[in-house]
């Protein structure tokens, strides 16, 4: 089309690149200047591509300061590894499916920045697409051509999506497809699910995942009983329970909303009536379903989970993956449900940055990848391995382990199982997970930092990362 060709899709690329490019590394150290603790750090020392030694001395004295500088020394509270103890690593640069630390150390990533690098981190045709975009600028506060794209992109592949509004964040998608399904049913209570996690707004922190479990808090302080007040809770795979809320709040409930499949307890995947039950009984109540795909988004198929499952919801979330890696969030829907969104109707809701060029140049060069024959089989072939291999190694060394996964997405828990729900992955021996988690770091391997996390791999995952990753597992297991 010629909006596709205004917008760089079809060009061609440079090559890819062949070898690790050089690195510089943060030495991180105080000004001995008189400056305060408050004080910048300074950029000096060089990565020894050589480097073999396993060391985080300089991720320690960079984390020492940030603690005086930020909550925690980070900015989401994960990656902290309170949950798995030891030092977190600091990160220099990303490249395919590797990452390396300020110390010099390189990792195998099965994190992928929490999902959106299914293509591979620094993917070359997407650098290549986002330097010509930041040549016109950042961000222009305007309407631009490649929302257009991105958006005809969105709702040529989601099922459930006729139109849909782009947002910054994963938590801001789902703030907004909150209200907007309260503004269209006009009723003001939600059921959600124990263990699934759609972002920090207040009526969601209830019985939420993600690093809310991860760290054993309550529902969070600071949150008004009011905000949570309409909220509802139910145990994920648990019909009956969904059936007694529409029953004792009969023509309430303005919506269901979910992970699809559950990633922010760990990996956890429905029932297989379970979806098509909460499909029947929103529409038999005049509900809407809504499904959180910020994390399966073109994840499990091009089309979500939805598509993958063959449910249709009213309303779905979106991020990561169609963001490239940059920040981006989006919700979408039936169109008599998106058009009560201002300006085409009274449901409010804005932000600066949506729609930003950079955002949406990387998304649409993601996700004109993702659509090439055969990524879906080669990401489900080497998950599959992956995760074969580590079962087989865990429970060859005697280890209670369970797990699964589906394409690119994937998540072990050190019980037996099986695990249908937030309360049965809670049954997981998460101090042994934690001596595996630092065992598999000093061995190269980089995993999520908490049991109650899923894990991603991408299209730059190799044969031999698989091969790798599972030769350490097998190393450390025996250790545990």
């Known amino acids: 089309r010629d909006i596709e060709a205004m917008a760089g899709v079809g060009l061609s690329w440079p090559s890819k690149l062949t070898h690790r490019p050089n690195f510089t590394a943060s030495s991180l150290s105080r000004s001995s200047s008189g400056c305060s603790s408050r004080c910048a750090v300074k950029m000096t020392a060089t990565v020894d591509d050589k480097k073999t030694t396993f060391t985080l001395k300089k991720s320690k004295e960079a984390f020492n300061a940030a603690k005086e500088l930020m909550p925690g020394g980070v900015n989401s509270p994960v990656r902290a590894f309170r949950s798995v103890g030891g030092q977190p690593i600091l990160i220099d640069s990303v490249k395919g499916s590797h990452m390396w630390d300020i110390d010099g150390n390189e990792f195998i990533d099965y994190v992928g ?22 040549k016109k600028g950042t961000s222009f506060g305007a309407p631009c051509l490649l929302e257009n794209v991105l958006a005809e992109m969105v709702i040529s592949a989601v099922p459930s999506i006729e139109m849909v509004r782009f947002v910054n964040s ?47 808090l309550p529902d969070s302080p600071g949150v008004p009983k009011a905000a949570t007040a309409p909220t509802l809770s139910s145990p994920y795979n648990d019909i009956a329970d969904v059936e007694l809320l529409f029953e004792t709040n009969k023509g309430e409930i303005a919506a269901v909303i979910l992970e699809p499949v559950v990633g922010n307890s760990g990996f956890i995947t429905p029932k297989p009536d379970f979806l098509n039950a909460l499909r029947r009984i929103t529409q038999e109540n005049g509900a809407l ?3 959180d795909e910020v994390m399966t988004g073109f994840r499990l198929s091009y089309g979500g989970a939805q598509e993958y499952f063959g449910i249709t919801p009213d309303l779905t979330t979106l991020g990561k ?17 998106m058009e009560m969104v201002a300006p085409a109707g009274p449901m409010y809701q804005a932000g600066t940055l949506s729609g930003n060029p950079l955002a949406m ?24 391995e992956l995760v074969q291999g580590i079962l087989n190694a865990g429970k060859k060394a005697g280890h209670a382990v369970c797990g699964g996964y589906i394409s690119g997405m994937f998540g072990f828990f050190f019980t ?14 998460t101090a042994k997970f934690a001596r595996f988690f630092r065992g598999m770091l000093e061995e190269g391997v980089y995993f999520a930092p908490s049991q109650f996390e899923a894990g ?7 044969s031999e990362d698989i091969r790798r990753t599972i030769a350490a597992a097998e190393k450390v297991f025996k250790q545990l």
């Open 289 to 291: 379903l809504i499904f």
């Open 113 to 134: 920045s929490w999902g959106p690098a299914i293509i591979g981190h620094a993917d070359d045709e997407v650098l290549a697409a986002l330097a010509e975009t930041m």
């Open 456 to 462: 991603f791999t991408s299209l730059a995952h190799t």
């Open 416 to 429: 037996e199982g099986p695990v249908f729900n937030f309360e049965d992955a809670k049954k997981s021996d």
């Open 170 to 216: 994963g938590t801001e998608a789902c703030m907004g497809v909150l209200r907007l399904a309260r503004a269209f049913t006009g009723c003001e209570k939600i059921i959600k699910f124990e263990g699934c996690y759609h972002g920090h707004a207040d009526p969601y922190l209830v019985k939420a995942g993600s690093g809310v479990a991860t760290l054993g």
């Open 321 to 337: 993956i169609i963001g490239g890696g940059l920040p981006v969030g989006a919700y979408g829907g039936r169109r008599e449900i």
């Open 361 to 384: 140049t990387a998304g649409i060069h993601t996700l004109k990848r993702l659509k090439e024959p055969g990524q879906y089989d080669y990401l489900d072939k080497i998950t599959s």
